[in-house]
């Protein structure tokens, strides 16, 4: 468990771990999504895509991430364990 400090009071807190999915914008990326949306909730489901605005329909959390920008991955994966829609 991680420890916050908060108004000179330790709370315990679970940390929440959220799947990123890349290239959620894709055929394949965006299946994925809709399997998980189906076995987990859609708070612990993170979309990453170069265009985050094709996501707008999905009641998901959306990250605009683009591997040919390396810094834009690094801001998007904080928190989350990735995993990546290739075929």
Same mark, same amino acid.
């Not at 991680?2 to 894709?26: D, E, H, Q, V």
């Not at 990453?48 to 329909?57: F, I």
């Not at 605009?64 to 290739?86: G, M």
């Given at each position: ?20 999915? %890349? ?7 965006? @299946? ?5 949306? %189906?076995?987990? *909730? ?9 265009? *985050?605005?094709? @996501?707008?329909? @999905? ?12 810094? %834009? ?15």
């Amino acid at each position: 468990r991680l420890l916050y400090y908060n108004s000179l009071i330790f709370k315990k807190r679970k940390p929440i771990m959220k799947i990123a999915i %890349t290239g959620a914008s894709g055929e394949l990326g965006r @299946l994925i999504v809709n399997r998980l949306l %189906t076995k987990i *909730p859609a708070e612990q489901i993170v979309a990453l895509a170069r265009t *985050p605005e094709k @996501l707008d329909d @999905l009641n998901i959390e959306v990250r605009k991430a683009n591997y040919d920008f390396p810094e %834009t991955l690094t801001a998007a994966l904080i928190r989350s364990c990735l995993f990546q829609a290739v075929r």
